[in-house]
């Protein structure tokens, strides 16, 4: 399970924070996808969107295609470290988020690429971005990652989201 902490209002663009283990960026869905080589785009402004519900996960998406990391040649490996929620179609309702790294999303819980949590979506106000940080297991360059969602007791649940991931040498 993920350390996860649920913060206030936060932004997707630019550079989010410089950690000591590297530049966190913000991504969103690029501009013009390509397959599953390109997926995001550093500082786009337009979020990914995951679907479930009916106490059941929806479909996975592609966040990171095989080609979008590193951002630093130099760079051998990757963490997500956040997700901004831009939109939900359901607030104050228990969800559940995963990620999972590789050739195909592996789910398994004891998959060593594999991180999940719960979130409760809370209700803004005006354009606030709810800011969720998340604690991934580490992927290799090239490596795809994926998402999915669960909305709890509902019969369908969107989340539009931007991401932000740390690199490492």
Request: proline share 5%.
């Amino acid at each position: 399970m993920a350390n996860v902490a649920s913060g206030g209002a936060g932004t997707c663009a630019g550079v989010l924070s410089t950690q000591s283990e590297g530049w966190a960026r913000g991504f969103g869905l690029a501009a013009a996808p390509s397959g599953e080589t390109h997926r995001m785009d550093w500082n786009s402004t337009i979020p990914f969107q995951m679907n479930g519900g009916n106490n059941t996960w929806g479909t996975p998406i592609q966040i990171i295609g095989s080609e979008d990391t590193p951002f630093d040649n130099t760079n051998t490996r990757f963490r997500i470290t956040g997700i901004f929620i831009s939109d939900a179609q359901r607030t104050a309702t228990l969800t559940q988020i995963q990620f999972a790294c590789g050739e195909t999303p592996n789910w398994d819980n004891t998959d060593p690429f594999f991180t999940g949590f719960y979130a409760q979506i809370i209700p803004t106000l005006g354009n606030a971005v709810e800011r969720i940080m998340v604690d991934a297991a580490r992927c290799t360059k090239f490596t795809k990652v994926w998402a999915r969602c669960w909305v709890s007791g509902q019969p369908s649940g969107t989340i539009d989201f931007f991401a932000s991931l740390i690199e490492y040498p």
